[in-house]
């Protein structure tokens, strides 16, 4: 079974094709995956990106072989390496404590950008706010997210796969990745405003 | 009926289209009065294209190079 995005859970119980074995078979393969492999590990894990591909090229050719599918290879490829990116991100994440989650579950950046008013004299305050974000603020609030959260966020409105791919990529259930993707979206909306009062973006007069 | 609380929880699973038949219908009559959820709505949508926004650089050469040794170290003498 494998994936990508937006098209579906491919199912793969029953052998479809024989997959030419060997090392050239996978060669071919990953040479012509790598430039969206490397991409999407740039979303997910940032500067460890070339790490965690490699992680992946290295599981990937010791199981080519037992692969039965080559129509879902790029699938199975692509789930070989969110494996390794989260793995990564594991070992690097902060951790977040419970209050601070309990804190992020009754956020809303909608009500907060309209309390706060940081920009008076805006007709259009809550676009404005977001255009205060370059595409480096964006990066860094994502970094800022703990893994657990970051990775389905990432997967899910970044890359365009459905919730239940992600379900299925990073081994949950579909229960609990609705979950984590309700939090990780407070989350993501109160590290937002909390990046943007530590960066001075709140301000009438804040050029980007 | 449902509240602006239990209506602005689900806005996101509204437009990733993962609520229910019956959810999906309380959202809408909800939002068909409440100005102020139209305007979460809005933004929510604001927030996706947001982080929709193609960002990553292209697979740069050396990378490339680099990772296609390690497999080709991988693979051993021919």
Same mark, same amino acid.
């Given at each position: 079974?494998?994936?990508?995005?937006?098209?579906?859970?491919?199912?793969?119980?029953?052998?479809?094709?024989?997959?030419?074995?060997?090392?050239?078979?996978?060669?071919?393969?990953?040479?012509? *995956?790598?430039?969206?492999?490397?991409?999407?590990?740039?979303?997910?894990?940032?500067? &460890?990106?070339?790490?965690?591909?490699?992680?992946?090229?290295? /599981?990937?050719?010791?199981?080519?072989?037992?692969? &039965?599918?080559?129509?879902?290879?790029?699938?199975?490829?692509?789930?070989?390496?969110?494996?390794?990116?989260? &793995?990564?991100?594991?070992?690097?994440?902060?951790?977040?404590?419970?209050? *601070?989650?309990?804190?992020?579950? *009754?956020?809303?950046?909608?009500? /907060?950008?309209?309390? *706060?008013?940081?920009?008076?004299?805006?007709?259009?305050?809550?676009? &404005?706010?977001?255009?205060?974000?370059?595409?480096?603020?964006?990066?860094?609030?994502?970094?800022?997210?703990?893994?657990?959260?970051?990775?389905?966020?990432?997967?899910?409105?970044?890359?365009?796969?459905?919730?239940?791919?992600?379900?299925?990529?990073?081994?949950?259930?579909?229960?609990?990745?609705?979950?984590?993707?309700?939090?990780?979206?407070?989350?993501?909306?109160?590290?937002?405003?909390?990046?943007?009062?530590?960066?001075?973006?709140?301000?009438?007069?804040?050029?980007? | 009926?449902?509240?602006?609380?239990?209506?602005?929880?689900?806005?996101?699973?509204?437009?990733?289209?993962?609520?229910? @038949?019956?959810?999906?219908?309380?959202? @809408?009559?909800?939002?068909?009065?409440?100005?102020?959820?139209?305007?979460?709505?809005?933004?929510?949508? @604001?927030?996706?294209?947001?982080?929709?926004?193609?960002?990553?650089? #292209?697979?740069?050469?050396?990378?490339?190079?680099?990772?296609? #040794?390690?497999?080709? @170290?991988?693979?051993?003498?021919?």
């Amino acid at each position: 079974m494998g994936v990508l995005p937006g098209q579906g859970v491919v199912c793969a119980d029953e052998p479809t094709a024989a997959v030419a074995s060997g090392e050239s078979g996978f060669h071919a393969l990953a040479e012509r *995956e790598l430039p969206r492999l490397y991409r999407l590990a740039r979303r997910l894990v940032g500067d &460890d990106a070339e790490d965690a591909v490699q992680d992946a090229l290295l /599981k990937g050719y010791r199981a080519y072989a037992s692969l &039965d599918d080559e129509v879902a290879a790029p699938a199975w490829l692509t789930a070989i390496l969110v494996n390794c990116c989260r &793995d990564r991100g594991r070992a690097k994440g902060r951790r977040v404590e419970e209050t *601070e989650l309990e804190d992020a579950d *009754e956020f809303s950046l909608y009500r /907060k950008i309209a309390a *706060e008013d940081p920009f008076p004299y805006s007709d259009s305050l809550h676009l &404005d706010f977001l255009h205060q974000f370059g595409r480096e603020d964006v990066r860094a609030v994502l970094a800022e997210l703990p893994e657990l959260y970051r990775l389905p966020l990432v997967l899910c409105y970044c890359e365009g796969y459905q919730v239940k791919e992600i379900a299925y990529l990073l081994e949950v259930p579909l229960g609990t990745m609705l979950a984590r993707l309700h939090r990780g979206r407070k989350l993501f909306e109160r590290t937002l405003w909390d990046y943007a009062e530590r960066h001075g973006l709140l301000k009438e007069n804040a050029t980007r | 009926m449902i509240t602006c609380a239990e209506a602005v929880r689900q806005l996101w699973e509204y437009l990733d289209g993962v609520v229910g @038949e019956t959810d999906r219908e309380a959202i @809408e009559e909800h939002l068909s009065f409440c100005r102020r959820c139209c305007g979460e709505l809005d933004f929510a949508e @604001e927030l996706r294209s947001f982080l929709a926004q193609p960002d990553e650089p #292209a697979l740069p050469p050396d990378v490339k190079a680099r990772l296609l #040794a390690t497999l080709t @170290e991988l693979e051993g003498p021919p």
